[in-house]
T-cell receptor
Framework: SAVISQKPSRDICQRGTSLTIQCQVD?????MFWYRQQPGQSLTLIAT?????????ESGFVIDKFPISRPNLTFSTLTVSNMSPEDSSIYLC???????????FGSGTRLTVV | DQQVKQNSPSLSVQEGRISILNCDYT??????FLWYKKYPAEGPTFLIS?????DKNEDGRFTVFLNKSAKHLSLHIVPSQPGDSAVYFC?????????????FGSGTQLTVLP
């Protein structure tokens, strides 16, 4: 399965600032997925990032708040903009190498907004 | 509307015994189901999956059972080990391509007591 390097692993940020999370995959993948896990809750898909086109956002998530870049087939970034304490969550990127391999996740970024 | 439900937030089992984690879904379009294990401060790790054309898939100590008529799946761990203590998420995906988004349940915290 794919190996994903995600950073930073954690950060504490002031409200009103922005944080960019990076994910690097060890092989080329068509789609990369960004998830959020709020405290005590399940993983929720934020958006799907395709190389060369705009990301597709799920209901409740907008590009202005969570801009995504996908400059090539091995890399993507998610920015959490104008942060508030409600944005405190774990953010995860994920890829799929084929249905039989399952989805591989990065180690996550634990964000705390104060 | 929660399409994938894990009604038990926690489960405690004695070492050596069987752990049974349950998951229900409502979307009849789901045709592929996965179980993930998550340790604190790590991303979810793929454990086992099952296609809707099967009713059972086994991998070592882990077996997943699917009951399509009941829209129910379960994960059996036999024998349970203390290292199995983690949060277990079930996830479901609908047919459509090689890389599909996942819908996750809310997770069950499994504690295996030595």
């Amino acid at each position: 399965s794919a190996v994903i390097s995600q950073k930073p692993s954690r950060d504490i940020c002031q409200r009103g600032t922005s944080l960019t999370i990076q994910c690097q995959v060890d092989s080329q993948v068509t789609m990369m997925f960004w998830y959020r896990q709020q405290p005590g809750q399940s993983l929720t898909l934020i958006a799907t990032a395709n190389q060369g086109s705009e990301a597709t956002y799920e209901s409740g998530f907008v590009i202005d708040k969570f801009p995504i870049s996908r400059p090539n087939l091995t890399f993507s970034t998610l920015t959490v903009s104008n942060m508030s304490p409600e944005d405190s969550s774990i953010y995860l990127c994920s890829v799929n190498r084929g249905r039989g391999y399952g989805y591989t996740f990065g180690s996550g970024t634990r964000l705390t907004v104060v | 509307d929660q399409q994938v439900k894990q009604n038990s937030p926690s489960l405690s089992v004695q070492e050596g015994r069987i752990s049974i984690l349950n998951c229900d879904y409502t979307n009849s379009m789901f045709d592929y189901f996965l179980w993930y294990k998550k340790y604190p401060a790590e991303g979810p790790t793929f454990l086992i999956s099952i296609s809707s054309i099967k009713d059972k898939n086994e991998d070592g100590r882990f077996t997943v059972f699917l009951n399509k008529s009941a829209k129910h799946l379960s994960l059996h761990i036999v024998p349970s080990q203390p290292g199995d203590s983690a949060v277990y998420f079930c996830a479901a995906s609908a047919l459509g391509g090689s890389a599909r988004q996942l819908t996750f349940g809310s997770g069950t915290q499994l504690t295996v007591l030595p």
